[in-house]
């Protein structure tokens, strides 16, 4: 068997972003998402329902009297909070911050029972039912995100306090839940712990924090199973067995090893994956690390948008079937395309091959920060390709899709994953593995590394994602020599690269890297240039949606019509592959984007009268006429209307 | 104010039906339908849940021990029954069945209480509460269909028992509703006592049961809204605030009189807007007739399928807005299309208009009789233009469509309705007025009717839909003068008229016809010749589902491409408007149907890996390759399978 030849993560505290288009985000996060949420937490926006978030808290901790609010996973916004602010604190520093976290952390820690138990929901509602729907009521989800945040603010402050709370709280667990007779032989409703104890196992090294994990992993869809077991105490009737996914929701149908495809409610669905995936590097578990190939495989190749959004049906908020992939009627949640970064990133940590860094280029500038508005006031739960808002009010079947974002959620998950996704930005972008450094994503800013003993350092520039132009400056080489190796996009067609201003002849590997190796010095400067034409996308002939229409891309960004440039009507918009593109950049328009336009047609109504349904040979008549296009992730800043992604070819 | 001109109809006893397409169909509804049918109203079909509607009346006529079963609506049922039998009795008399019906009229009449009520679910449950949810319990609604069911008793028999027992009820429902202090100012829930009443009312000539009718039409939609007061009484949330069309799911959000759209629950509408022109035509009422011209408008310009099926909306099962007609997600309910039939019949009633028998025959040929298999044991409920039978089972907003007819409902509503509809074809073909003699129809067979007080007999022979010749000839003139009158359908482009073997020139007037007058003599033939090429129908550019689509049909009759014949993955289909069409009856296919073949297209998926979902610059790639036609009301006859009306235009 084959060694799973994993590489490391290069952490955030060793990456300076200094790039145009995630500075802004990253710092509309800080400035703006971060501060909101905390008012969220607080219940402090005037017209938004409360999320009784840190009020919960306090009445666990005896600090408040009141009954629980919300719903029974509220504990978890305010661990996404704390794991966001920490990513900040990491680039960022900001004591004001830093306090009103270490204020939280105090009464999270108040209300941790004696046995390290910890979940507001129970503990106010009555503990004697911990544990026993470990199926609906997301107690280790809870769990898993406050290990998440308190392994973030351990990185970010060196605060132990929050992380020896959770360890406790970790330890509870392995009390509970295991092989051994006595323990439940279960595993989460909703996964995210197995992620997190696969993060707090490469902190503290234990055993014991891996194999719960493994053990969620292995334990997971075997029969009997937990859940129907579950179900029978409780003398419940399953709420699903309705519907097309049935146990699969949960990804729990069938063992995990036995799953060939992404099943299931989507954010779930990666979640679960992402700690799978972890798990077999860490153990590797060769067989375990198929399963993720083969389900990757899947879901990037038969279940995901243009955008990168997962998710096709309302139903479930889960993924159908292949290439069902409907544009207006998607789910598209953002916190599930949020996931797939997580998944990808660490199928990438596990295996080095650009797909995995395609896809997670493809989600970061696409559908996750659509989810967003530009001024990080808005946001979206669902995010569709294409809308028509008077049908979205009048068709029963699209209510779940908003032509508009929304202030707050009951459900008020995506926020807060977006704002700790780009918080984490930096982390993202280089990997390492022996002597070699990897750029995956092209993002400018500094980056320090160690080639043997020796620290090494690399100063990127780059006006990504409106331009290919990649320039590294070495600011400190390591002595010897290293490889940087840079991913080529699965949309680049033609690259050059420079050493040195010479260009010199590098191929691509099979895993989509091209390879410099050299003994930098202080200097020396490596020039990607990706060739970044307009091009015209096709999706697959299976997919039913997409036959006979197109879309638009301009290297990672995919593009979109919208009402605001375009009028109504955008369905009898088509282009031809004929059409002539060019491209602006408009620095006052959208937060600065680049545009595209493009000779097009509209299909006339001129010979139609409105009181014509059907017409014999009422040959399609084209007006010419030019379009606009706007990057996907900008629409509906400009008010309501309508937009489409996937447009007509001619 | 011009005068409303209404015409006559010709009674069903007067046409004798002699046609190769609707011969077979009417004696499958009687042979196999109506058989099975009582065997259902009886609890004697094995496989399918008992209906209770023979057992509601034995229990509630003291006849039998136990508990109301099924819908609060099961006795309409029954009704439909009657009705359908009463048709056939009139050109088949069977006196096995006659008998059959005689019993369970004597069943019915035992079930009348002494003031005249008569519904099986109060007097079984509890006659206290009769007449106090007249928005959902339906019994105004059973009234209508037993009254129908009486009137065509009688007109088939000339017994009146039953016709009596319903004049008694009806004496009651005078009793409750009405405008006068002390009645309920209210109206059905479910329209389809007004259309009744106004057969009633052709019957007996008397003014209370025009009026009674008339009030419902007028009162309805009124504020304050009956059916708020009625549910504020009843202590009850309105169970459909939360959607689109809130009292408009019942035509009662506004007066009828204020309203524009064909709006709301289908059935509920067409049933409506039938008695609403009964009404206009017979108290001459011309603004009404308008409002009846304005929904019809807006019905068959925008919110009807090129089938003749109506309802976009699974939810409501409902009308949605103009130009929504998705192939796959329709509702498309039989009853809906049965019912526009008789709303077209009406309003050709009231005005010689080719458009309202366009519609007519659109629907006949497609949209309602593609609800049932062509042998008569199977039924849909919804009839959708596109069908991928996969997605029907794992797209949980696909769930209503069905991609096979099914042996019965629990709401048995549809079967019933084609029954009825079917038996009484006779009575939709012909009209009169004056002298003139409207042929709407194309179907052959003998019709009798009175010139001045002359007998005139014509007889009809034509292979239609198949073929556009109508061979009429004179079998008993009327001794003077008479107009033939042809209808010009909407989708022939030339026609030729020959008056014994000569071409005559006759040009289409005004209202879509061409008038032949002649004083006829036996012996004189007319020959009506409509081209019938297949053609190409465009959809207005306004239906979002239908851009860039194109759909087929010859004559009258809408093509249909299915997996039996063209294999799977139909929407990689398509075809230019240059293919070239061959026809061909096909004796042994389907019951004897022309099929069509042509020249089309299939888009390759050659170059696409599977492992590809979206690919740059993967211009469509087309196979020639020939497709297969047949008639879109004989599709799912031959298992499970795929099928496409609108059709991709190359």
């Known amino acids: 068997m084959d060694m799973i030849i994993g590489n490391s993560q290069i952490p955030i505290k060793k990456v300076t972003v200094n790039d145009n288009f995630w500075n802004k985000l990253m710092e509309i996060t800080r400035k703006k998402v971060i501060p909101y949420q905390w008012k969220a937490l607080n219940d402090q926006i005037p017209d938004a329902p409360p ?51 270490d204020n939280v952390i105090d009464l999270i820690a108040k209300v941790q029972l004696p046995d390290g138990y910890l ?33 973030a603010y351990y990185n970010a402050t060196g605060k132990d306090k929050l992380l020896n709370v959770m360890i406790r709280y970790v330890d509870h667990i392995c009390d509970v839940f295991g092989p051994e007779e006595g323990k439940l032989h279960a595993y989460p409703g909703h996964p995210e712990i197995e992620l997190a104890l696969m993060k707090l196992y490469s902190i503290t090294g234990n055993k014991k924090h891996l194999n719960l994990a493994k053990y969620f992993i292995d334990e997971r869809g075997k029969y009997p199973l937990y859940f129907e077991q579950e179900l029978k105490k409780r003398n419940e009737k399953f709420h699903l067995a309705d519907t097309p996914f049935k146990f699969q929701y949960y990804q729990a149908g069938k063992p995990l090893r036995e799953q060939n495809a992404a099943e299931g409610h989507a954010v779930r669905a990666v979640y679960l994956y992402s700690g799978m995936v972890d798990v077999a590097r860490e153990t590797q578990d060769e067989e375990l690390f198929n399963v993720c190939k083969r389900i990757w495989s899947n879901l990037v190749n038969r279940r995901m948008y243009i955008t990168g959004s997962i998710g096709s049906s309302r139903c479930g908020e889960a993924f159908s079937f292949d290439y069902d992939l409907p544009n207006d009627m998607i789910y598209g949640e953002t916190c599930a395309a949020v996931g797939l970064i997580f998944f990808a990133y ?54 779940h899709v908003k032509p508009e974002r929304q202030k707050w959620f009951g459900t008020a998950c995506c926020p807060p994953n977006l704002a700790r996704l780009i918080a984490s930005l930096p982390g993202y972008i280089y990997t390492k593995r022996d002597n070699s450094i990897f750029m995956h994503l092209y993002v400018g800013g500094k980056v320090e590394f160690d080639i043997s003993s020796s620290k090494a350092v690399l100063d990127v520039h780059t006006n990504y994602p409106w331009d290919g132009k990649v320039r590294i400056e070495v600011e400190k080489g390591a002595g010897e020599p290293f490889d940087i190796a840079l991913r080529i996009p699965w949309w680049c067609r033609n690259y050059t690269v420079k050493l040195n201003s010479k260009t010199i002849n590098v191929g691509v590997e099979n895993n989509g890297y091209v390879y410099i190796n050299k003994n930098w010095i202080e200097g020396d400067v490596l020039e990607l240039n990706l060739d970044m034409p307009v091009e015209l996308v096709y999706a697959n002939p299976n997919v039913r949606e997409n036959i006979g229409k197109v879309a638009v891309m301009r290297g990672p960004v995919v593009y979109c019509l919208e009402e605001a440039d375009n009028g109504k009507d955008l369905h009898r918009i088509a282009i031809s592959d004929q059409s002539d593109f060019k491209y602006r950049y408009e620095p006052d328009l959208l937060g600065g984007v ?15 009268n409105e009181e014509c349904l059907y017409m014999m040979n009422a040959k399609k008549e084209y007006k010419e006429r030019t379009l606009k296009w706007i990057p996907y992730y900008t629409w509906a800043n400009r008010g309501v209307g309508e937009m489409r992604v996937w447009i007509h070819e001619r």
């Open 594 to 608: 680049v545009t595209l336009t493009c000779d097009g047609f509209e299909i006339s109504v001129e010979s139609w």
């Open 51 to 101: 999320s009784y978030c840190i009020r919960n808290f306090k009445i666990a901790a005896g600090l408040e009297k009141g009954e629980y609010g919300g719903k029974v996973f509220q504990d978890s916004d305010v661990a996404k909070w704390i794991e966001a602010v920490s990513y900040t604190l990491m680039w960022r520093p900001d004591s004001e911050l830093e306090s009103l976290a």
């Open 119 to 151: 979940n507001t929901y129970y503990i106010i509602n009555g503990i004697e039912d911990r544990w026993t729907n470990v199926m609906r009521n997301h107690e280790l989800y809870c769990a898993g995100h406050m290990l998440e945040a308190a392994i």
């Open 346 to 399: 660490r199928m990438l940590l596990t295996e080095i091959k650009s797909e995995y860094a395609d896809v997670m280029e493809r989600v970061l500038y696409n559908g996750s920060i659509s989810g967003m508005s530009l001024d990080g006031t808005r946001f979206f739960y669902v995010n569709p390709l294409e809308v028509h808002p008077f049908a979205c009010e009048n068709n029963y079947q699209l209510m």
